[in-house]
DNA sequence: ACAAAAGTGTTATCAGTACACCCATGC
DNA sequence: GCATGGGTGTACTGATAACACTTTTGT
C-alpha cells in the first residue's frame, strides 16, 4: 500500500460512528477538576441560534481503530499524546442528537443524527495544555460548574465522572492527573474533588507514605509563601511489580 | 405515530452497527460459569466452510436504544427480560471481522465488514434457560473451556469475563447468576469460578453471614445426599438501603 | 510576630487471615 | 455405619477511624 492510498483511506468517514472525549484536567493551584470542551456558536440575520459548549470529538474513519480516534481527537485539540485514556461508554438513543440546537448545528455538519459515539475520557494536568490560539475556542470548565451544554454531553460527562470515581479508587490513575512530583496534600486534595468527600489528613498521608510506589524525592516546593513540602513521585514500575489486586469482596 | 409506522420504522437496521451480548449463565449443579453460544456453519459442494460458535448479536435499529437492542437479543434467544445487563464496550478495529472465515460468512448476511459492536453482558442461570428446538443451535460452554469462535468474539468474551470479576467484587451482582434460594456454599463455590480463586470457607462464611441484606429462610436443601444445608436468599431492598459505598482507596 | 499550611502519634475498633475438627443427613 | 459435604471458634495481625496541636517557612 502506498502512501497516497493510505492518505485517501484515512479520510474515508464513518458518518454515523463518532468518538467523544471527555478531557478532565486538573488544576493544581485553583484545586480544581475541570473538562475541557469546544464552543458551539451560530447566528443568522442577527439571531444567535446556538450558543454553548460541548465536548471535543470527530467521526471514526473506515481505516482506524477506536481508540486510534480518540487518540486523534485529543492530539487535534491539545496537541499532546500519550495521555491516560479510558473508554468507558457507547451512547446511541436515537433521540440522543434531536433538541432543536442539536438539529440546527447538524443542518450544517456533515454527521448524522442518528449517530452513536463511542465516549472516552483523558486524563491529564490543566498546565500540560496550551489553549492559545486555538480554532476550537476550548476552554477549561470547572466540573463543579459547566456552562450550558449540547447534545447529550452533559450526560456523558457525568458518566465519565462516575466511572473516574470508581477508578481512581480501586487503580492508580489519579497520578496521571497531577504533574510528575506532587504533594500528598495535593493527592488528597484531588482525591477530595474527584469523589466529592473529606478525607483526614493524618490518615490519609500514613496510608499513601506506606506505599512502596509513592516515592519521597529530596526536593522540596519552591516559591511557595508557607512552609514548603515534601515531593513525591509515583513509580507504575514499582507499582506494576506489585502487582496488587487485592482480592477484597467488598459487595 | 400509528402502529404500523412504528412497525415499519423499527425494521430500518442500521448496517454497520451491532450489539453483540455474552450471556453467563451459572449452573449451580456442575458449579460452571457458562457462555451461550450459538453455531456458525457453512458448507459449499460438500466442503465445510465455516463451523464454530459465535456470541449472539444483531444489528441497531434506527429507532431503538442500545440497550434495547441487547434486551430484544437476548428475549430471542432465551425468551427472558429483565435479566441483569451491563453495557461494557463497544469493539470496533477495522480488521475485526476480516479473518478468511469470516468474510465468507458475512457474504451470506446484511452486514458491513467493517462494523462496529457494542457488547453486553447478561447474567442469569442456566436452569432458567430452556434450549429446546432453538432455531440458532444454542448451546452453553463452561467458560473454562471454549469451543472454536469465530469473528472477535473469544476477545469479547475474555473481556467480559474480566469487568465481571472486578464488577462482582464491588457489587452484589453475582446473586444475578444464582437462583432465588442458595447456600452459602453456593455463593463461594460462584465466586471461586469467576475469580478462578480458593476462598478459606470459614472466613467467607462468616463475612457473608454477617451482611444485613443476606436473609436465612426458614427453609433447607431438600433431596440432597447429605446433610441439607440453610438457604438464604439476598434483598435488593436492604442493600439499596444502606448504600454501602464503602469508599476506601485501595490503589 | 504573624499567617498559612505542613506535618506529627496514640488509642480503640474492626476486618482479615490462618487453621482442623465435629455434625447432620441420606443411603 | 459410612460417605458426603455442612457447619463451627479462636487467636493473631494489620488496617481504619477518630482526634488536636506543634512546626516551619515567607512575608
Redesign the pocket.
Known amino acids: 500500500m502506498n502512501l497516497f492510498k493510505k492518505e485517501s483511506m484515512k479520510l474515508e468517514k464513518i458518518l454515523n460512528i463518532s468518538v467523544d472525549c471527555v478531557v478532565f484536567g486538573y488544576d493544581i493551584n485553583s484545586k480544581s477538576l475541570n473538562v475541557l470542551l469546544i464552543k458551539r456558536y451560530l447566528e443568522s440575520k442577527g439571531d444567535v441560534l446556538v450558543d454553548d459548549y460541548v465536548l471535543t470529538g470527530y467521526h471514526v474513519y473506515t481505516h482506524e481503530t477506536l481508540d486510534d480516534t480518540a487518540t486523534r481527537v485529543l492530539k487535534e485539540l491539545t496537541g499532546l499524546t500519550n495521555q491516560y485514556k479510558k473508554q468507558f461508554k457507547a451512547f446511541g438513543n436515537p433521540d440522543r442528537l434531536t433538541s432543536e440546537k442539536d438539529l440546527l448545528w447538524i443542518e450544517n455538519e456533515e454527521f448524522h443524527s442518528r449517530t452513536i459515539t463511542v465516549a472516552y475520557y483523558f486524563l491529564l494536568n490543566t498546565e500540560d495544555v496550551s489553549l492559545e490560539d486555538n480554532k476550537n475556542n476550548a476552554k477549561w470548565f470547572p466540573l463543579k460548574d459547566l456552562p450550558d451544554i449540547g447534545f447529550d454531553h452533559k450526560k456523558i460527562i457525568k458518566e465519565a465522572h462516575e466511572d473516574l470515581k470508581i477508578k481512581c479508587l480501586a487503580e492508580p490513575i489519579i497520578f496521571e492527573l497531577l504533574p510528575d512530583k506532587f504533594?500528598?496534600?495535593d493527592v488528597q486534595d484531588l482525591y477530595e474533588s474527584i469523589l466529592g468527600i473529606e478525607i483526614?489528613?493524618?490518615?490519609f498521608?500514613?496510608?499513601l507514605i506506606n506505599k512502596k510506589y509513592i516515592i519521597p524525592l529530596n526536593e522540596k516546593q519552591v516559591g511557595?509563601?508557607?512552609?514548603?513540602?515534601?515531593l513525591y513521585m509515583f513509580s507504575k514500575d514499582i507499582y506494576e511489580k506489585m502487582f496488587e489486586k487485592n482480592y477484597?469482596i467488598?459487595i
Not at 200 to 203: G, K, L
Not at 224 to 230: A, G, I, L, R
Open positions: 504533594t500528598i496534600n483526614d489528613n493524618r490518615n498521608r500514613r496510608k511557595v509563601s508557607k512552609k514548603p513540602s515534601q477484597l467488598n
